[in-house]
């Protein structure tokens, strides 16, 4: 497993990141104990979880239910010095945590405080921002995105405000690095610039979705990423599943994402089954795995991509991991290239 | 006569003050200059300089071990946190902290 510097945090991390959105819902305790200890053994030392978390569906009741089954999983296994650990803040508007309210620097602080309980450890490697206040064009939002009711000014003095906080929680040893998600080019910008002119906490990381079927992040971000050495992480790294093919046809295996959100939260479109099929032929025609030429290709990007692999099993972690390592020949990429311009964005 | 042994002593004088032999040492410096020296020295030790909410500013560091496992404060250069048994972070540790002393022993403590 090869390991990389996360931005300028100072953090070394593996080349894939450990996702854990299922622990707590379609994961059960034991099952993503032993995900944790399979990506250990297979050199992965990065986590990334959210305080909202579990997902499909996210309930009030279940808040919080994957940092308590990581948090056991760190007490139990004394492994806290061998991980880099992520988690998140919850954007405003998400109506099963705090009722939607606005999140300011107190909420950030206190989410935080909680996280840390919830971890059983008293440091946040990289803690990180789920969404912008503001709003954002992420998650199918793309497809008619409007800034025009976002106010440039409370902007600047919603982020210099966090920054402040996430200044106090760094002082404090509470938090290590800070990173942004479902953020934009212009946000990440506005956000390094006003912690330049501040002295105050950089952005590291940008978790984004970015797939060989959600490519946003191509062009506007990648620059911003290599110019600013922020790393991508990108999340849901197989199209939610899409690409692993499973989906084919219509099918909807038993205890799949498909089965709790049937859209795949606006993945599954009229386009989508030939995008993946177009990328099968691919890996098909070169005698490779569909999952880990997906992977491989996000590994390969021109710019620094850390892609977040979650599973529902153990046996399929164990499959993607094969993943790390691989290097693609330039006619793979080159036929992937093809396959992107003919199925441009199916979602 | 008595005219050469005063343009001595004068020349011996100015001499004195060419030669510096005698000067008082620099004061230190205060106020803004002295400020703009931490700072400087801080960011020639890698360090970051940093408001502190109605405190002023600090040198804040990332020491090398920090986020490695750890037993015991002596095993890390600016102590060991307890819960996740590694190195600190940051130094300055502010705040109220629970560490582990020299001896494995949970501690608290308070830096404001």
């Known amino acids: ?347 | 006569m008595r005219r050469l042994p005063l343009c001595l002593l004068i020349l011996t004088a100015l001499a004195g003050c060419g030669m510096g032999k005698n000067a008082p040492p620099p004061l230190p410096p205060v106020g803004a200059a002295s400020v703009a020296l931490s700072k400087a020295a801080c960011d020639r030790g890698g360090g970051q300089w940093a408001g502190t909410a109605g405190k002023g500013m600090l040198c804040f560091r990332t020491p090398a071990d920090a986020g490695k496992s750890c037993d015991r404060g002596n095993q890390c250069s600016a102590g060991c946190l307890a819960k996740s048994h590694t190195c600190a972070p940051i130094t300055p540790l502010l705040g109220c902290q629970q560490l582990l002393d020299d001896y494995g022993q949970t501690v608290t403590q308070c830096v404001s």
């Open chain 1, 1 to 347: 497993m090869k390991m990389l510097s996360l931005g300028q945090s100072g953090l070394t991390v593996s080349e894939y990141c450990l996702g854990t959105m299922t622990f707590g819902n379609q994961t059960g305790p034991a099952d993503a104990h032993a995900q944790i200890d399979a990506a250990l053994a297979a050199g992965v030392n990065f986590i990334d979880t959210a305080e909202m978390y579990p997902t499909q569906p996210v309930r009030a009741e279940t808040v919080g239910r994957t940092e308590e089954i990581i948090g056991d999983w760190l007490a139990t296994s004394g492994r806290r010095g061998e991980v880099v650990l992520a988690t998140k803040l919850t954007g405003t508007g998400q109506k099963m945590v705090r009722d939607g309210a606005p999140v300011n620097g107190a909420t950030l602080v206190a989410a935080a405080e909680a996280s840390l309980r919830r971890l059983k450890t008293d440091v946040i490697d990289l803690y990180q921002i789920h969404w912008p206040s503001r709003g954002s064009y992420h998650f199918r939002q793309n497809w008619g995105f409007s800034p025009a009711r976002q106010d440039r000014a409370a902007t600047v003095a919603h982020m210099t405000e966090m920054l402040e906080a996430l200044q106090g929680l760094v002082q404090a040893g509470k938090v290590r690095a800070f990173g942004l998600s479902n953020e934009s080019a212009w946000g990440t910008a506005l956000w390094l610039r006003l912690a330049e002119e501040h002295a105050l906490p950089r952005v590291v990381s940008v978790q984004n979705e970015y797939s060989l079927l959600c490519r946003l992040a191509d062009t506007d971000m990648a620059e911003l990423c290599h110019n600013e050495d922020v790393t991508l992480l990108a999340f849901s790294p197989l199209g939610a599943g899409l690409l692993t093919g499973k989906y084919a046809g219509g099918a909807v295996p038993d205890g799949s994402r498909k089965a709790a959100t049937p859209d795949l939260g606006g993945r599954v479109s009229p386009r989508v089954d030939a995008a993946v099929a177009a990328y099968h032929a691919v890996a098909r025609r070169h005698g490779l795995d569909p999952v880990r030429m997906a992977l491989a290709w996000t590994r390969a990007r021109p710019f620094p991509v850390i892609p977040i692999l979650g599973a529902t099993t153990r046996a399929q972690l164990d499959h993607a991991l094969g993943a790390a390592g691989m290097i693609l020949p330039p006619e793979v990429m080159a036929e992937l290239d093809a396959t992107h311009r003919a199925h441009p964005m199916p979602y």
